[in-house]
């Protein structure tokens, strides 16, 4: 058990429909982070909430990807009209206060688009 | 921009063979140097954080090393359940922008044969 808890943990969606995500950390005081990864690739960041501000977007994160994170506790990632370079293994992950402290993943997402 | 390199891609070890992995990494200046191992389908999960050069960290048959420009990862006379892949990622120094995030190299796929 990580401390992070990730639903669903599959998806499969129809091109050009919307679909959510949400992660839920043991901890409401942390930095909460959405990494994508494709076949082969490590992690890539997209974005970083600091309690309930979201602080850095990637230039990964099109118009169409958008996070959130009400009150600093779960967050949402929502990706509108789907497209199939989405597919991917969606992670969320947290990191205690302190900067310097390692980042623990989730289980992640699969997100398959058709 | 930061840039982390794995070399093997893929290492195929017989059980009890030892062997190294690598991680090259380029960094305006390093917070800290993170390894994880991944199983397919799974979130990653925390190995080792090293700080500075010269720091050394064990686990198990696991031994993770630091240098100014790479780290290593030994596996002493690794078992089948090592197999996985092992990353590498960096955080870099500061507190503006991308210095909360980790950049992560593509990985090195191990397979410990019985």
């Known amino acids: 058990d990580t401390g992070v808890s990730q639903d669903p943990r599959h998806k499969i969606t129809k091109r050009g429909q919307n679909v959510t995500f949400r992660c839920d950390p043991i901890s409401e005081h942390n930095r909460l982070y959405w990494y994508r990864q494709t076949l082969g690739q490590g992690p890539e960041f997209l974005t970083y909430?600091?309690?309930?501000?979201?602080?850095?977007k990637s230039r990964l994160l099109s118009d169409r990807f958008s996070a959130e994170r009400p009150k600093g506790s779960f967050s949402t990632l929502e990706i509108q009209r789907t497209e199939q370079g989405d597919s991917a293994m969606y992670l969320c992950?947290?990191?205690?206060?302190?900067?310097?402290?390692?980042?623990?993943f989730g289980q992640g997402t699969r997100l398959t688009v058709v | 921009e930061d840039q982390v390199t794995q070399s093997p891609e893929a290492l195929r070890l017989q059980e009890g063979e030892s062997s190294s992995l690598n991680c090259s990494y380029t960094?305006?200046?390093?917070?800290?140097l993170f390894w994880y191992r991944q199983d397919p389908g799974k979130g990653p999960e925390f190995l080792f954080t090293?700080?500075?050069a010269g720091e050394e960290k064990e686990k198990e048959r696991l031994k993770a090393t630091l240098t100014k420009k790479e780290s290593f990862l030994h596996i002493t006379a690794p078992k089948p359940e090592d197999s996985a892949t092992y990353l590498c990622a960096v955080q870099p120094l500061g507190t503006g922008a991308g210095s909360y995030q980790l950049t992560f190299g593509k990985g090195t796929k191990l397979s410990v044969i019985p």
């Open positions: 960094v305006s200046g390093l917070r800290g």
């Open positions: 909430f600091q309690n309930e501000a979201q602080l850095e």
């Open positions: 992950a947290f990191k205690a206060v302190s900067a310097n402290t390692e980042a623990f």
């Open positions: 090293l700080y500075s």
